[in-house]
């Protein structure tokens, strides 16, 4: 059955189209909560809400976005909320540009993205480097970035203007090649 | 990014920079981007600095999670659709 018909079923309360739509799905969402979180129990404890979601609002689904569209949306907004929980500190911003543009630290990486699969110290220092980013830009970096997201998808997913999107995805990228810059200049 | 005058100015390295953690992936046709293209070509330090960034965006998109089948056992549940 293909997506279009699981949907129409689920919102028919067909249980077993609904079961494969979260099975279709939950990869994606516990892989993006988790490189939000970059905590397992909060990365499952998101997933589950946003699919408890899912479950709510299956019948209101329009089907004018794609269903990983709207998922994106929704478990971003969960992985904020949570932040925000969490308190002010995940929500400062990067006011001082030129703090973030260093053009004189330019150095030859000793480390490639191949060696992620085997290297835990290596992805350790990923996610202490993410983790300093406050969640609203680490939010945009993933869905743009790393999940492929257009400028405007991720706009919308957001609630935030294309403009704003780019001036944080700008930052962002910038915080992060510069914290791995410090790293891999002298190898891993 | 400010406007270059096409004529008149070239950018500099911190345009480039700017422009690059603007647009990386975005069409590249506009006049400021054929002068930041020329300046990419000509400029190690820039060549260098946008490869950076596009490798800082790999190690990201490489670094995943697989879910566990106790957690996906439990989000079943708690969904109320168990098999």
Known sequence: MNELRLIEEAQNGNKKAL????????????????????????AEHTMQETFLSMVKNIKQFSGQSKLSTWLYRVVSNHCLMLARSQGKHEFTSFEDESAVIDEKSIADWKVTPDKIAENNELREFLDIAIGKLPADYR?????????????????????????????????????????LNERFKYGQ | ?????????????????????????????????????????????????FKSVETTIEFYKKYNVTISEDAHNRLMECLGLNE
């Open chain 2, 1 to 49: 990014m400010r406007d270059l005058n096409m004529d008149n100015e070239k950018p500099v390295c911190k345009d480039v920079m700017a422009h690059i953690c603007d647009n990386l992936g975005e069409e590249l046709e506009s006049p400021n981007c054929l002068l930041i293209k020329k300046h990419i070509e000509e400029c190690d330090n820039c060549n260098h600095y």
């Open chain 1, 139 to 179: 939010v945009v970096f993933m869905l743009r970035d790393v999940e492929g997201l257009s400028t405007e998808e991720t706009a919308k997913a957001v609630d935030l203007t294309v403009a704003a999107v780019k001036s944080r995805l700008h930052r962002a990228r910038a915080f992060l090649r510069d914290e």
């Open chain 1, 19 to 42: 079961a494969e739509l979260v099975k279709l799905y939950e990869q994606t969402v516990y892989n993006f909560s988790f490189k939000i979180c970059r905590n397992k129990e909060k």
